[in-house]
């Protein structure tokens, strides 16, 4: 039999990603909550002093940006649930949620948001200095180094991106990677090499992060001081997945497998945001993909009563 008071959409995640897939489900009159971590702001988005890539809002401060999501979200009448969510099982109305305290809520659908968490580089002075001068994403922060020097901290991909992006800003780039040997690929590095403002410092290991009210200088274990403005770290990314093993089709670096619409290889279950495989990680996709799973998800109920 029908459970009726079943809720349409459990989202998880209050990111940019999670309230723009609360708004659309709203406003397409489905029963929707949203499940957050206990609430210390709107995810990533609150760590970016400055956020200047969002159209419209040039210059927004990115916990300002987050607030403005969810009240929009709270205006419309989306309610909000703290826990953790654990643990996932389907069965023939939908999906059974577990959270940490041992509670469970169950929906017909879930969108998942629960984004990807930057890895930390784990030095002295990276946590005091992150927003005043230590930043996890070059695209967003890089337009505040311009005429400055930056060093960009890992040898995979992202590190190598991030310094050609800012070598075009910056007046100098450190690219500062731990190996002699590049994780990214090499016409990358060969693009660097040619760069006359880029320096490439290998076999290089961060042991602090120094500065006074901002950044300073990058101190590497051998003894060199790096002389900066910014420290971009570049040093991979950690999906927030490990609760979906056996649940949904994850790629090696475990994230959702999911397209544009956040379809999962679980019917019922649709992805939005930094947890799923995609190009670009910003707000801007993030609120897209939710819009996009929250749309896909009304799709999908629909055609479950038909
Ligand atoms: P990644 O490939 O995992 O590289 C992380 C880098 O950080 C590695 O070079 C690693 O050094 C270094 N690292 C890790 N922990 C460190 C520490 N504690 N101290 C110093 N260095 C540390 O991560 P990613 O660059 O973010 O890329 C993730 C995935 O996205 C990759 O598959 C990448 O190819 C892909 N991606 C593709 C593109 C593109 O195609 N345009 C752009 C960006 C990313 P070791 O090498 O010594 O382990």
Known sequence: MENNNLLDVLIIGSGPAGLSAAIYAKRA?????????????TGQIAESDQVDNYPGMPEINGYDLGEAFRSH????????HDGTADGFTADADGWNVHFTDDSQISARTVIYCAGAAHRKLGVEGEKEF???GVSYCAVCDGAFYRGKSAAVIGGGDTALGDAMYLSDLCDRVYLIHRRD??????SSVERLR???NVEIITG???????GDQTVTALELKDGRSIPVHGAFV???????TECLQGVVDLDDGGYIIAGETGVTSAPGFFAAGDVRTKALRQVVTAVSDGANAATAAAEYLKNLTL
Not at 181 to 186: A, D, H, L, M, T
């Open 130 to 132: 992150t927003g005043k």
């Open 73 to 80: 979200a709270e205006k419309l009448g989306v309610e909000f």
């Open 194 to 196: 040619q760069k006359d």
């Open 181 to 186: 040997e590049f994780r990214g690929s090499s």
């Open 204 to 210: 290089a290991v961060p042991a602090k992060i120094a």
């Open 29 to 41: 009159s489905l029963r929707v909550l949203v499940a957050e971590k206990e609430y210390m702001g």
């Open 234 to 240: 570049a040093v991979g990314m950690q999906p927030q």
